[in-house]
Structure formats: C-alpha cells, structure tokens
C-alpha cells in the first residue's frame, strides 16, 4: 500500500541495528510517513558472527519486518552490504544496493531519500551520499544499541528486564528464541573475554601482524583457538612484540602459529606486498592497526602445517573456494585476502 502523502519514491535508512530497538522503529515509521517504500540498508553483513554483529542480516531484517504491521512491512525492503573499510567503495556498495532493490521493484528513475541523524562520529557515512536528499530526523529516546547488546550478552535477569523494554515485541520474542541457541553461549563468552581484556589491556592503539601465504592456488589459515573469534578461519598473526621489526614479527607468528618449516630468508624473498588495514571499527578488541604480509611461495607441492599456540589446527584452502567462506573468516580477514587475492564477488546482494 502506497502512502498518499509521499514525498519520494523510498526513503533510505542506514544502520547496523545490533539489535533493532524501539529508536529505530521510530525512526523507520518517519521514514515510511515520507515515502511509498523504506529501504533498510543492513550493514556489517556477509561476516561471522561476533559480540559486536551477532545477528545475521536475515536475522536483522526477519526482527525489523515483524515489528511493523503486515501492509507496512510489505513496504520495507533490505539491502544487506559487508564492511569494506573503505568509504568509496562502500558507499558504492550501498548505491548499487538502493538501485537493484528498486529496479526489482518496478522504479525507473526512482524519488529517493537519505534518512537518520547525526548521533556522534559514527554517523560521518551521511556525507557520502550528496546524490540523495538527506532528511534529518530527530533522535528518538535515548537508546543505543551498544548498551543494549551488553544487556543482552550480560545474561543476567536484570539487564534482561532493561533490555525488553527498550525493543519491541515482535524483537523481544526472537531474542527469547535466540537466548536458546548455542550462537547465544558463544557470543556471551566472546563478549565476556573482550570485556575482561579491556579491562587488563585497555583498547589499543595495538599494533598486530598478518602473514597471508599462498602456494599452488591454497592459501594458509589457522583455526582460532580462543574467542574472540574462537573456531573461525583466520590469517596467521598476533601482536608484535617490543623490539621487532614488521616483516620479522609477521614471520615469527606465522611459523609459531603454523610450523611452517620454510627458512625467515625464504620467506622474506618471497614477500610480494605489504598493505595496512588500519580502521578504527576493523576490531571489537579496540583500536588494531595490522600490517597483513603476502607471501607467494614459489613451490610445486603443499608444505606441511600443524595448529600450535593460538591456533587449534593450521591448513592449506584453495583460494578459489574462499568468496563462499567469507562467515566463516575472523573479523575483517575476509576484506585482507580480497586485497591481495582478488576474492570478492559483487558489493551487495539485496532482497525485498
């Protein structure tokens, strides 16, 4: 059902919603008040679950969907884009996005608009957008999801009973269902390590390494042992240590991590690109700025590897099957291989 009233075809509105809570559906009905449709751009999608993103997009969108009645949640579609760490081609990403769920819903030259407000920092992605009206909202409580989450994964009844008042129902009774699920237990513990570390460690700036070796078309991943992340693939790395050089430290965690019995001059001969992935939000740990390090080793044969030291097992992927790994991959390894290898499909998928 079209709104007679509006002023644009969609109304755009960005977010992560972990989880979707009584502020965003305020701010989603304002949203549909100015348009036929709603477009809900869901960010942080494609990615494993951790403390920070819990929820898959198809979990976010089936929360959002259901806290709207059936005629206007027929009116809201999703457009789900991975985090690149890279404004233009997010940015991009999103625009692709918008224009596919358009097109799919019969819109040539689509009236669009950008909704939402400016809360801190974090809301800087509003300027990428000039393309599109931006129509400023109004804050609508004082909710954010950051404190929330923790009610959640905090576990206890209290911090429950906060929580269920400040989502609607329709989330209230998926997170009950959620609770249940083993995923549940594991991003408690995830969010409980990281809080703990926090407190002994502080939140950086840290400065980690990352070896990415490749041979004969397989690249090398470690299973993490530990959360955060514990059981995802992940690049072989860690943090460098008080007198190290780069390079020296980003071989030291791969054969340490790995036992890859390759000589350091080997190794060091063979290093093809250095690049570093210094996002402020790249980690829930805090600030971690990695220096990732290719190494393309010019060998007929796999060399052997075996887990050691925070890695649970080591083993050789072919790079050809990593695009349909990419839930499966430790925090923003996913985006480090594209960058060297090349691996990624299209920016984003949408769906009604």
């Known amino acids: 059902m079209n709104n007679a009233n ?19 559906a305020a701010l989603l009905e304002q949203a549909l008040e100015m348009a036929d449709r709603a477009l809900v751009v869901l960010g942080s999608s494609f990615r494993a679950r951790n403390a920070k993103n819990p929820f898959t997009w198809e979990e976010r969108a089936t929360m959002i969907a259901a806290s709207f009645d059936e005629s206007d949640a027929r009116r809201i579609s999703f457009v789900p884009v991975r985090d ?5 081609r997010w940015a991009a990403a999103v625009e692709e996005g918008v224009r596919t769920a358009m097109a799919r819903s019969g819109y040539i030259a689509p009236r669009l608009a950008l909704a939402g407000f400016h809360k801190d920092a974090s809301s800087a ?8 009206p931006f129509i400023a909202l109004e804050r609508q409580g004082d909710i954010d999801a950051t404190p929330l989450r923790g009610f959640y994964l905090d576990g ?14 329709a989330v209230v009774r998926y997170l009950e269902d959620w609770r249940v699920q083993p ?3 594991a991003m408690r513990e995830e969010h409980e390590t990281i809080e703990t570390d926090k407190q002994k460690w502080g939140t950086g700036p840290f400065i980690t390494l990352d070896a990415v070796v490749t041979v004969a078309g397989h690249v090398l991943l470690v299973r993490r042992k530990y959360p955060p992340g514990k059981g995802l693939l992940a690049i072989p790395g860690g943090f460098l240590e008080g007198r190290e050089r780069l390079l020296q430290g980003a071989i ?8 890859l019995a390759i000589a350091d001059t080997e190794l060091a001969e063979t290093l093809r690109s250095v690049a570093v992935f ?5 980690s829930q740990r805090g600030r971690v700025i990695t220096h990732a390090h290719w190494f393309d080793l010019p060998l ?10 925070d890695a649970a097992e080591a083993r050789w992927f072919p790079i050809a099957g990593l695009p349909g790994m990419e839930t499966e991959l430790f925090e923003d390894h996913f985006v480090i291989l594209d960058r060297f290898l090349n691996i990624s499909g299209s920016a984003s998928r949408s769906t009604k």
């Open 278 to 282: 210094d996002h402020p939000d790249r």
């Open 84 to 88: 690149y760490y890279d404004n233009a």
């Open 156 to 169: 206890n009844e209290a911090a429950w009973a906060t929580l269920r008042a400040r989502v609607p129902p």
């Open 125 to 132: 992605y509003l300027g990428l957008f000039p393309q599109w």
């Open 183 to 185: 995923a549940f237990d």
């Open 252 to 259: 030291r965690e791969l054969k340490e991590e790995t036992g």
């Open 300 to 309: 007929p044969a796999l060399p052997a590897v075996t887990g050691a030291d």
């Open 6 to 24: 509006a002023r644009f075809d969609a109304a755009i509105l960005i977010g992560r919603f972990q989880p979707f809570h009584n502020g965003h």
